[in-house]
């Protein structure tokens, strides 16, 4: 059973920006075989096939219950509290952010944390520094969202491009209405997603823990009864 699992994620088939690039690759293993030469053909080959796993878009199942899941697959590089972009307007007040690096192995589309309705989305240029480094949040190209939950809470997700990825891409629109786990965007080898939770709501990960976007657990969708933001986070398997 494991073992299908992990075939039917490898094999899944690639999201849409990924196809240029896809079929790019076939058509240089295609003049390479018939032309060029077979070191051409190789290459276009191994291109396509390493393009076909990077783009890969799994179907995910998410959790029928009032949590917030993984914006994006990767290794949680930190959980700390932090304004969220003041481009997004959400206020200099901190809250937890918890940031995913996603490397080249990762799958790279980003999901929806929860339901929400696309209040803003911001553009920022920036540097292409490695995107495992927490002035990765501040200092790298990215892209953020503002999420208005329908309680009226409001969370940020934001995409950050890394040393390699040098493009992001965003599926949506202000106004846009998006489910828990629904695919909002991509980002092209090799990047970092941040997570800026609710004031008060407390996160369910460490650092060095492995997400599986749209399944995995952030946090709950109800902010604890008598806990303050500035409180410690719950370690993943702890009691809450």
């Not at 240089?28 to 096939?49: E, I």
């Amino acid at each position: 059973m494991a073992l299908m699992q992990s075939l039917r994620m490898v094999l899944a088939p690639p999201h849409p920006a990924g196809r240029p690039f896809i079929l790019g690759g076939a058509a240089v293993a295609v003049v390479g075989g018939l032309v060029a030469g077979p070191w051409l053909f190789w290459l276009g080959a191994a291109f396509t096939l390493f393009c076909l796993y990077f783009f890969r878009d799994p179907e995910r199942v998410t959790p029928d219950r009032a949590v917030f899941v993984a914006p994006a697959d990767g290794r949680v590089v930190s959980v700390a509290q932090a304004v969220p972009p003041a481009e997004l307007g959400l206020g200099p007040a901190p809250r937890w952010r918890v940031a995913i690096f996603l490397s080249v192995l990762d799958v790279h589309v980003n999901r929806s944390p929860a339901a929400g309705t696309v209040t803003r989305i911001a553009y920022r240029h920036g540097k292409f520094l490695s995107a495992n480094l927490d002035k990765a949040s501040e200092d790298n190209e990215r892209n953020a969202l503002a999420l208005r939950l329908p309680d009226g809470r409001e969370i940020a997700v934001v995409q950050i491009a890394g040393l390699v990825a040098r493009r992001i891409l965003c599926d949506v629109r202000e106004g846009d209405v998006l489910r828990p786990g629904e695919r909002f965007g991509i980002i092209r080898f090799g990047s970092r997603t941040d997570l800026y939770l609710p004031e008060g709501v407390l996160p369910l990960v460490q650092e060095g823990q492995v997400m599986i976007g749209g399944e995995t657990v952030i946090a709950d969708l109800a902010p604890p009864a008598s806990s303050a933001s500035t409180a410690e986070p719950i370690p993943a398997g702890s009691p809450a």
